[in-house]
């Protein structure tokens, strides 16, 4: 018995270092590729890694004229805007989804969601000729308005599952000792759910730093955000400015999230220890 | 006088009617309790004067001023909420303080107000921990402590000793009674454990479906229960047909032994079984074809016959008529 399961043993203790390498080779695969490319002065096409090292098209990428810092600074404004945007309108309709009874919530949310399903290209062109007529097409409000489309799905989704798990005793505690509808909802409700608002946010701007094709259609060729740049630079054969642009790209996502993540530590994570 | 009136409140949801014309006078600082079974609208009723049950007919006065129409912010009633519902984002003190915060006290007068509170509740080392930190009892004690920081005229307490362990809940109870009597503040408190309202009411709403069945003390309460299923909800384990009406009584109250005593009511039977009760036996009877249980000195071996004696005192009489109204 014992020597037939040994062998057994042995594949499966070697089965989870396997798997988790395959997976990793899946995930970072690519994301090691764009590092090289990233890096790269000569990579001609047999070749499994690059001739040439360096940094010399990050110097192009950087130049002034290059629109690599206007892109930045388009994609980072476009998505604050688009955070506060789809926040705005969605806490108040979320916290009102909330307080639905079920059957009927789900209901809404579920219509919310409909455009989703909707494949966006024919949306977006759509979009796009109704902002032409209102003057909308290649200015920044025009891009934040299509970014904070899927955003605010978002938003109003999470916000809902966030409101909804704020407990009703907690805002009528705070009702029954003198707060008014407004001040409840300021001191007690909003504070509770600012764990889900924050998820929201990190969503919406995640979504709104690499959203491709509504910037397209309707901010270019006025306004260039990093994925616009990304997929010229792409379109043009030019893999290493591409790739620089693409890990620029992580820097305002991975920013947003630290600082969320330091502005959380001390007030949510005490809440979390419940 | 009364502190709090209700008058003819009846409160709907849908078709479902939870409360049924109650009216009650609850005199200013009374220990009222309402008391009776799982879902027969308690906490309704308490959640009415508070306003977080809109009424559908009646009305909710505090001394001579009607409440009915106010938003739950201007009706000055504190509620200890069953959950207590002590606010996670804030610390001990500044659940404590919020109240005041709320009626535009000044910064240094709650903070003195607050310290002179957790002084009181005996929990001044707890004003910088956060809610998570406290044990079930401390945490009743704090939602009590933020009810009571506001003065409030009167005092609605939802279940507050229900969530805590048998010995907290005894310590906690005689608490609550020193300082509602100190304090001398016009409490209602709901609760469905009848030695917790026994013991800590000096006037007891009995409901039973959405209706008050009776008010009254708790020594009349307890020895003269309305009607039967109130004398069945308070512990009256025994019925005797008689003619056309029905012989109640506690088998705590009765005695079987091989002979009777002298007492109202007097019954041979056969011995079921015995259990020990700790300091007495309880001991099931057959008496012809009824099931009675009483309290002997001795176990009784099953099978031997014996005498169950129920002095007049423990004797309930409930009429049937009476008893089908
Ligand atoms: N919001 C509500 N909607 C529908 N039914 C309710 C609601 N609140 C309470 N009820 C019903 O009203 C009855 C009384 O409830 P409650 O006042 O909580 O009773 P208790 O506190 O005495 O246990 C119960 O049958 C309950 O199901
Ligand atoms: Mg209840």
């Known amino acids: 018995m014992t020597l037939l399961r040994l062998p057994a043993r042995l594949l499966g203790g070697l089965m989870l270092p396997l798997l988790l390498g395959l997976t990793a080779f899946v995930v970072f695969g690519p994301l090691i590729n764009l590092a090289m490319w990233a890096f790269t002065e000569q990579w001609f096409f047999p070749n499994r890694f690059p001739s040439q090292w360096g940094f010399a098209f990050w110097e192009r990428v950087f130049r002034p004229r290059a629109g690599a810092w206007e892109a930045l600074y388009h994609s980072v404004t476009v998505a604050l805007a688009a955070v506060a945007l789809s926040l705005a309108l969605a806490i108040p309709a979320a916290y009102a989804l909330a307080r639905l009874a079920l059957p009927l919530r789900s209901l809404i949310m579920l219509v919310f969601l409909l455009p989703q399903a909707f494949p966006n290209l024919p949306i977006f062109v759509n979009i796009a000729a109704m902002f032409y007529g209102l003057g909308l097409n290649g200015t920044l409000f025009g891009v934040v308005l299509v970014h904070s489309l899927p955003g605010l799905v978002y938003a109003v989704w999470i916000a809902t599952a966030a409101f909804s798990a704020v407990d009703r005793s907690l805002e009528e505690a705070a009702r029954n000792l003198g707060a008014g509808p407004l001040r409840t909802f300021l001191g007690v409700t909003l504070p509770q759910a600012l764990p889900g608002l924050i998820a929201a946010s990190i969503f919406v701007f995640l979504d709104s730093i690499d959203e491709f094709t509504g910037t397209y259609f309707v901010g270019t060729p006025d306004i260039t955000t990093l994925p616009i740049l990304m997929f010229n630079a792409s379109m043009g054969g030019n893999y290493q400015i591409a790739a620089i642009t693409a890990l620029i790209l992580l820097v305002p996502s991975v920013g947003f999230m630290l600082i969320i993540e330091r502005f959380l530590k001390a007030d949510v994570l005490a809440r979390i220890g419940r | ?325």
């Not at chain 2, 977080?52 to 505090?62: K, N, Q, T, V």
């Not at chain 2, 969530?163 to 100190?182: G, M, V």
């Not at chain 2, 007495?280 to 001795?298: D, N, P």
């Open chain 2, 1 to 325: 006088m009364a502190a709090l009136e209700l008058e003819n409140v009846s409160i709907r949801i849908g078709q479902a009617r939870i409360l049924n014309d109650v009216s009650l006078q609850v005199p200013a600082g009374s220990f009222t309790c309402l008391l009776g079974p799982s879902g027969c609208g308690k906490t309704t009723l308490l959640r009415s004067v508070a306003g977080f049950a809109p009424l559908s007919a009646g009305d909710i006065r505090i001394g001579d001023r009607s409440i009915a129409g106010l938003p739950p912010e201007r009706r000055e009633t504190a509620m200890v909420f069953q959950s207590y519902a002590l606010w996670p984002h804030m610390n001990v003190g500044e659940n404590l303080a919020y109240p005041l915060k709320l009626r535009g006290v000044s910064r240094g007068e709650r903070e003195r107000r607050v310290a002179a509170m957790l002084e009181r509740l005996d929990l001044a080392h707890c004003a910088k921990r956060p809610i998570g930190a406290l044990s079930g009892g401390q945490r009743q004690r704090i939602a009590l402590g933020r009810a009571l920081i506001i003065d409030p005229p009167i005092l609605l307490l939802d279940e507050p000793l229900s969530n805590l362990d048998a010995a907290i809940r005894r310590t906690l109870r005689t608490e609550l009674r020193d300082l509602q009597r100190r304090l001398g503040i016009t409490t209602l408190m709901v609760t469905h454990d009848q030695e917790e309202a026994l013991s800590l009411a000096d006037r007891i709403v009995l409901m039973r479906d959405g209706r008050i069945i009776q008010v009254a003390d708790p020594e009349t309460l307890y020895t003269a229960p309305a009607d039967l299923d109130t004398a069945r909800f308070l512990g009256v384990d025994n019925l005797v047909p008689e003619g056309g009406a029905t012989l109640a009584f506690r088998s705590t109250q009765a005695h079987a032994g091989p002979r009777a005593l002298h007492a109202g009511l007097r019954r041979q039977g056969r011995v079921i079984d015995s259990t020990y009760a700790g300091g007495a036996w309880r001991i099931r009877l057959a008496v012809a074809e009824l099931e009675l249980t009483a309290m002997g000195e001795a176990s009784l071996a099953a099978g031997t016959p014996a005498w169950i004696s129920v002095p007049d005192h423990a004797l309930m009489r409930f009429d049937a008529h009476r008893d089908a109204a």
